[in-house]
Structure formats: structure tokens, C-alpha cells
T-cell receptor
Framework: DAGVIQSPRHEVTEMGQEVTLRCKPISGHNSLFWYRQTMMRGLELLIYFNNNVPIDDSGMPEDRFSAKMPNASFSTLKIQPSEPRDSAVYFC????????????????FGPGTRLTVL | GENVEQHPSTLSVQEGDSAVIKCTYSDSASNYFPWYKQELGKRPQLIIDIRSNVGEKKDQRIAVTLNKTAKHFSLHITETQPEDSAVYFCAASMGTGYQKVTFGTGTKLQVIP
């Protein structure tokens, strides 16, 4: 398997523009996570899906952020309109199944999208 | 919700020495504690994990310990090598079913040759 695939790898845009980040999870994984990483705030969970259904979006910072998972092999994170403070590395991760009686499962991260909003 | 604290934020050791990173968590229901390593410009990758029914786990030069009573867990790296230089994140998640992992703030480890 190619692992988790994200595109684009780098995105530079101007304030006010719409940004769409894409993720393809590992085939067979049914949990998908979007994270944002900055020096100031570390690694933050934005939203996660299970079986294509959003389970917890409490980490989504504002209404400008939205995420969808139309099928098991594709998810998008959209920022509209983008702002300079959205500049960060955005990671998508996937894992297999639900947490069992003794806890969760390994999350496999994609290579990330480095977003710069000017 | 869960809160994970990690110390130290930076750590420098001489090659061959040991390194220890400590984390505490707040929710006694947490039962899964993974550790991720992130090299500069790369993605986080799992290096070891421990579950609440185990007190210690070892994999070659790395080991993790878990103290459920005190709600803390630690990563131990022995015989450090320059390639161990990276940022290490601890994390905690709780319960069964849908899993939400809370990450610590990271420890930047530098191994000096």
C-alpha cells in the first residue's frame, strides 16, 4: 500500500482565497483524522471520521473550516476564506477499526500539506 | 476532555547516553498510550505504544512504562544515536469505539555525536 496520500504537498495562497486539502486514507482503514501542526499550538486534532461519518469536529477552529468524506477513499478539508493565521502543516491520518477493550489502534500519518497564507 | 502534559520540551544528550521523556494525563479512563517520532520535515510515525493492561513494554533500545495510579507514562531510549534526534510526542486515548487521541506538546531530542 502507498500509505496515506495527501495533496497538494505545498500550497501558497493569498488571504481570502479558498483552500482545499485532499486526503486518501490507507485502503481498509475506516477512521480518518485531520490534524493541524504549528510551532505555537503543536499537533491539534481538527476532526475525525469513522465509516465516512464525522464523529467529533470540536477541534475545527471556526466556521471557515469544513471537512467532508464522501466515500471511504477520499476526504477534503476546506478553508474559506483563508487567513494568514491558518498557515500551518495539515496532516491527515487513518487507522483501522474502532478502539478495542484495551484501547486504540496506530494512526498512520500522511506526508502533510504545508499551507502558507499571505 | 483529556489533557496530556509532556516534559521536557527540549533534551540534549551525548551519543550513547540514555534519554527519558515523561508525560502525565488527566483522565483515568485513558487506556492507550502511543509514542510518535517526528523527524524534521517528516510525518509523525508510531515507534511504540502501551495499553493500560500492561505496565512496561520494550522494543530494542526503546521502552515505555505506565503508572496508572499516578497517571503518568515515560519513554526511555538507551544507547542513543544521532538518528534518534527528532521530536517525540506522547499521546493518550480513552475508551472503546471511536478513538480520539490527545497529543502532548512534544520533546525535541538532540543527540550530540
Amino acid at each position: 500500500d502507498a500509505g496515506v496520500i495527501q495533496s497538494p504537498r505545498h500550497e501558497v495562497t493569498e488571504m481570502g482565497q479558498e483552500v482545499t486539502l485532499r486526503c486518501k486514507p490507507i485502503s481498509g482503514h475506516n477512521s480518518l483524522f485531520w490534524y493541524r501542526q504549528t510551532m505555537m499550538r503543536g499537533l491539534e486534532l481538527l476532526i475525525y471520521f469513522n465509516n465516512n461519518v464525522p464523529i467529533d469536529d470540536s477541534g475545527m477552529p471556526e466556521d471557515r473550516f469544513s471537512a467532508k468524506m464522501p466515500n471511504a477513499s477520499f476526504s477534503t478539508l476546506k478553508i474559506q476564506p483563508s487567513e494568514p493565521r491558518d498557515s500551518a502543516v495539515y496532516f491527515c491520518a487513518s487507522s483501522l477499526g474502532l478502539a478495542g477493550a484495551t484501547g486504540g489502534n496506530e494512526q498512520f500519518f500522511g506526508p502533510g500539506t504545508r499551507l502558507t497564507v499571505l | 476532555g483529556e489533557n496530556v502534559e509532556q516534559h521536557p520540551s527540549t533534551l540534549s544528550v551525548q551519543e550513547g547516553d540514555s534519554a527519558v521523556i515523561k508525560c502525565t494525563y488527566s483522565d483515568s479512563a485513558s487506556n492507550y498510550f502511543p509514542w510518535y517520532k517526528q523527524e524534521l520535515g517528516k510525518r509523525p510515525q508510531l515507534i511504540i505504544d502501551i495499553r493500560s493492561n500492561v505496565g512496561e513494554k520494550k522494543d530494542q533500545r526503546i521502552a515505555v512504562t505506565l503508572n496508572k495510579t499516578a497517571k503518568h507514562f515515560s519513554l526511555h531510549i538507551t544507547e542513543t544515536q544521532p538518528e534518534d534526534s527528532a521530536v517525540y510526542f506522547c499521546a493518550a486515548s480513552m475508551g472503546t469505539g471511536y478513538q480520539k487521541v490527545t497529543f502532548g506538546t512534544g520533546t525535541k531530542l538532540q543527540v550530540i555525536p
